[in-house]
């Protein structure tokens, strides 16, 4: 970026990624934030810029004004938002970064009406700007994703297959196939909350962790965060016992080989799918201890109050009310409905009355 509110903006931009890439939602969601006041400044000052320049005679570089060349052809007039085009398409490129990130810091945290709000900002932009590109893509798939955690599957299902469409339409080798493998993730998670078919899930799963292989074996560290997930999922998949316990097996290969540590999000993940097997397989006694590593994880990471730590809570809850005493099972089934009730009262009631209809 060219000027200083520009580069000022690029810093903090990049030191939010860090935050983010850490896990430290809240501290990325403070640098995104004071971004975005950077931008909105370097906005105003693009636009003063723009109505103060008159239209420009352009006088091409190792040709002289009074040369024929120049005079017969080479002098056209040239709009003054020309001056600053390269440096508002940057702008907008930080702006809906810094957007799209706030939204994934904010999802982290639970706070999905803020993950909305800034998600569709994003969206907006790049359909006004770049429609049907695969940045649109990326916005589509956090947004159908969000709608999905909240109950709203149709809303959810439009977005996320017109973020597959996107993909699907660009001619191999696709230049991201981790946003192509993510599309098709958040696709098959959308159709099990559905209640569709086990193996129209599975489809999607395998499709994605099929890319994810391949990448992971070009570059390990880059990928093994998604490669673990795919291997998550797929172990909370069907119904071979032996099959589940492999890919979680497999995950936590991956896990252990990873430098740094995995992310907290993926290791509770882990904990929560392990738990989940051994509960199908009756053995709640040994499920409760990796519940319990997992609200763990989730506490120091993110706090008490998140829907992941409701969702582990309730595994709790059930994995106790099978081995007793029941009154710890109620504690934390207690827990878990006041975490929600305070931050998705809305969408509680939604799928409440959904579930009544």
């Avoid at 702008?91 to 639970?110: G, I």
């Avoid at 499920?287 to 809570?313: F, N, R, V």
């Amino acid at each position: 970026m060219g000027n200083q509110q520009s580069r000022t903006a690029e810093s903090l931009k990049k030191q939010g990624n860090i935050a983010l890439n850490h896990g430290q939602y809240r501290t990325a969601l403070q640098f995104y934030t004071e971004t975005l006041s950077r931008l909105d400044e370097e906005e105003k000052e693009m636009k003063e810029r723009q109505a103060l320049l008159p239209e420009q005679n352009v006088q091409y570089e190792g040709v002289k004004p009074d040369s024929a060349d120049l005079k017969s052809s080479a002098t056209v007039a040239v709009p003054a938002t020309t001056a600053v085009s390269s440096q508002a398409e940057e702008w907008r490129n930080h702006k809906t970064e810094t957007l799209d990130n706030m939204t994934q810091a904010h999802w982290r945290l639970s706070e999905l009406d803020q993950a909305m709000i800034c998600g569709t900002q994003a969206l907006e932009i790049k359909n006004q700007y770049s429609p049907g590109s695969l940045e649109v893509a990326k916005t589509l798939n956090a947004l159908g994703s969000i709608h999905c955690e909240k109950g709203e599957y149709d809303e959810a299902y439009s977005l996320l297959e017109t973020a597959i469409q996107i993909h699907e339409a660009v001619p191999p080798p696709h230049p991201d196939p981790v946003k192509l493998a993510t599309a098709y993730t958040n696709f098959a998670v959308l159709l099990g909350k559905m209640g569709q078919e086990a193996t129209a899930t599975i489809h999607w799963h395998k499709k994605s962790c099929a890319i994810k292989e391949d990448l992971y074996q070009k570059d390990q560290a880059r990928y093994s965060t998604s490669l673990a997930t795919s291997y998550l999922i797929l172990a909370g998949q069907g119904t071979d016992f032996n099959q589940r316990l492999d890919y979680i097996q497999k995950a936590r290969v991956v896990c252990n080989q990873m430098r740094p540590s995995p992310p907290h999000h993926l290791l509770t993940h882990l904990e929560c799918t392990w738990g989940n097997l051994l509960c199908n397989c009756r053995k709640h006694k040994e499920a409760i201890p990796h519940y319990e590593k997992a609200a763990a994880l989730e506490l120091a990471a993110c706090g008490s109050q998140t829907l992941p730590m409701a969702d582990i809570y309730d595994c709790l809850a059930d994995a106790w009310s099978e081995v007793g005493p029941q009154e710890t099972a109620r504690d934390y089934k207690t827990k878990a409905l006041t975490i929600r009730n305070q931050l998705q009262p809305s969408a509680l009631e939604a799928q409440v009355n959904k579930k009544k209809g």
